[in-house]
């Protein structure tokens, strides 16, 4: 997965981000990246397939020669698809996209559980991302229905490929950061270990993939179509930084405090131990979602340089913490890596503020109520239930302290009149009334 996921930059070559960001997109340039990823797909894959030996061998563990093999496939799948999904974001059609992903991940994860059930084991997680991609393929080509054109030259993506190559360089690196702790962890320590590090890491990543699938990658289309419109660009960052405060910040707090009851009751008492990685790595997120809409806002303004020099910079010095600190404690390498975020964090609000006049002392104002108020209510509601009200079942407790914080944090946002609940309320009432119009 790690290597699949890092030659996918290479593949993409940030062609995605230059498209959506581009006004005006031709038909040649759509042909010219289409056959560009399919071209580069089926060389990886080639080159998945021939070199899952030595990956097997690195590791020790020759059951990775089958798994490395069947996943050269995913690359041909998402080489035919690429552009077409590119086109449904750059429509922000995401509707669609989303459904169609929830759609494929419930068919693949109920085939998935049957195949383990019948004894598959780990080859169950491999037909599980197969059948994913191929569902997606097969719904997103038959709902674009477009198809490239033979009369197309590679030199017409020089606009493209001028701007994507530093967005591509920077997510490379960015993403050999991300995935490196668990290559070195793997070569370092037991799979038991790896095991409980991925598994908090995994499930912290997937509290950022909802914001990231619902707001953040609307967001960049969004910003793009209003590059040239500056009052409209504050707008709609106010709007995104007070719906990221008023809902996921203390979202995510909720997750920091109720760690291991939350992986207790979702994977079993055997993966507790992973618990105090999911609170370290659900910290970072908070400072992620603080992070993205920033970032966006300087690609959405062709400021791809600047994301470069920054994504760079942090990710080398993430990489060099890794490698230090990896085989040494893995709380201090967590640790640096937390500090690591909150510093990038910082570096694109100040870029924000004295690029291109968006001030990051407005958007602070606007983080630092809710993160407070989300902060002390949780704080009080779990020292309440762990040492007052002591509650053994883990989804009880869940249940309670959730709905308990919850109704409180509403509550308190209410009674101080504060705007995320209000434009969260306006935008329900919106939804509902035009559904009901539609219907």
């Known amino acids: 997965m790690v290597l699949y996921i890092l030659s996918q930059e290479i593949i993409r070559f940030g062609l995605d981000t230059a498209i959506i960001q581009k006004k005006e997109v031709s038909n040649e340039e759509y042909s010219g990246a289409f056959f560009l990823i399919a071209s580069l797909s089926i060389f990886f894959a080639i080159l998945l397939y021939l070199s899952s030996t030595f990956i097997s061998d690195f590791y020790d563990n020759q059951e990775l020669v089958l798994v490395a093999r069947m ?140 914001p990231s699938n619902f707001i953040m990658k609307p967001l960049f289309t969004s910003l793009s179509a209003l590059q040239d419109d500056k009052a409209g660009l504050h707008r709609l960052m106010k709007r995104i930084y007070t719906s990221i405060s008023f809902v996921f910040i203390p979202f995510l707090l909720f997750l920091v405090f109720n760690a291991k009851q939350l992986i207790e009751f979702a994977y079993g008492y055997q993966w507790v131990d992973a618990a105090q990685y999911f609170s370290l790595f659900s910290i970072m997120a908070i400072f992620y979602l603080i992070r993205v809409p920033a970032n966006y806002l300087l690609l959405a303004m062709g400021k791809s340089k600047e994301v470069f020099r920054i994504e760079v910079s942090i990710s080398i010095l993430k990489i060099i913490a890794i490698i230090i600190l990896a085989a ?62 002591i509650i053994d079942n883990s989804f009880i407790y869940l249940a309670l302290s959730f709905t308990s914080f919850g109704c409180i944090y509403l509550l308190t946002n209410y009674l101080l009149k504060m705007d995320g609940l209000s434009f969260h309320w306006n935008l329900t009432k919106t939804y509902l009334l035009k559904t009901k119009s539609s219907a």
């Open 328 to 389: 040494i404690n893995l709380y201090w390498m967590i640790a640096a890596l937390i500090i690591l975020r909150a510093i990038e964090a910082t570096i694109y609000l100040y870029f924000c503020d004295n690029r291109l006049s968006f001030s990051t002392r407005e958007y602070l104002m606007i983080i630092a109520p809710y993160f407070s108020i989300g902060l002390i209510l949780i704080s009080v509601i779990n020292y309440f239930f762990d040492y007052l009200f």
């Open 71 to 210: 996943f050269s496939l995913m690359y041909i799948i998402d080489g035919l698809m690429h552009i077409q999904k590119i086109k449904l974001k750059k429509s922000l059609d995401f509707k669609r996209l989303n459904f169609y992903l929830i759609i494929s991940k419930i068919i693949a994860g109920s085939i998935a559980i049957i195949l383990a059930l019948k004894g598959v084991g780990l080859l169950s997680l491999v037909y599980q991302n197969i059948i994913i991609a191929a569902i997606q393929m097969i719904l997103i080509c038959s709902s674009v229905k477009w198809m490239p054109s033979r009369s197309y030259q590679f030199k017409n993506l020089d606009e493209l490929v001028n701007y994507s190559k530093y967005i591509f360089s920077a997510n490379f690196i960015y993403h050999i950061s991300q995935r490196l702790d668990s290559l070195l962890i793997a070569k370092y320590f037991d799979a038991t270990l790896l095991g409980l590090y991925d598994r908090g890491k995994n499930l912290s990543e997937l509290s950022q993939r909802l």
